[in-house]
């Protein structure tokens, strides 16, 4: 008797470990794009690594850079980005700490198409961390289109179609920061064409 409760216990007690979000293994999405090449693009234009692309919707912001590392800032301001490009930038840049895990990742491009993958977090699903996938095609030196976006913690797949528009600035935050650079993993699996 003893036995069969004591199994039973352990059941629910896993069955209880799972639903509350501790086994998190289900809903995480492997980060890959790291561990592949940086570009094929036949003569296809590259994003450009010298400012920063803001949405047309005004509340999100991409950074590229050269060594195939994006930052993807997706926090409102209060106004559109795009209306006032250097106040934005000024925001972002006196806002929260860049160097954390969320929103920093690797993008890869094929072609026009770019596949994006970063580290997001929000604390209402499941897996608070875990990895966004978005699909852009760069349209010329100015504009880039994000196609699709997926989170994977919520199995959420949007088709946005989002313009972003390109600016040049000086500022970038420093991507040698970035928390990936400092991961074992991450320099492990590192594709030779990134380093």
Request: proline letters at 4%; a positive charge.
């Amino acid at each position: 008797m003893f036995r069969l409760a004591r199994g039973t216990y352990l059941l629910m007690s896993l069955g209880i470990f799972c639903g509350c979000g501790f086994v998190r293994i289900t809903c995480r999405k492997p980060f890959a794009v790291h561990t592949t090449p940086i570009s094929h693009r036949c003569g296809h234009l590259a994003p450009r690594t010298d400012g920063v692309y803001f949405s047309e919707n005004g509340f999100q912001a991409l950074f590229f850079y050269s060594n195939g590392q994006v930052l993807a800032y997706a926090r409102g301001l209060g106004f559109n980005y795009t209306l006032y490009p250097d106040s934005a930038l000024h925001l972002i840049e006196k806002g929260r700490p860049m160097f954390t895990r969320d929103n920093w990742g690797c993008y890869k491009q094929n072609g026009d198409s770019l596949a994006i993958q970063h580290f997001n977090y929000h604390p209402e699903y499941i897996c608070n961390r875990s990895v966004v996938d978005m699909l852009a095609i760069v349209l010329d030196g100015q504009h880039l289109v994000v196609r699709s976006t997926t989170y994977h913690a919520s199995r959420e797949s949007y088709a946005t179609n989002e313009v972003y528009q390109f600016h040049h600035s000086s500022y970038k935050p420093d991507s040698s920061q970035a928390w990936l650079n400092h991961r074992l993993w991450f320099q492990k699996e590192l594709h030779v064409d990134r380093k």
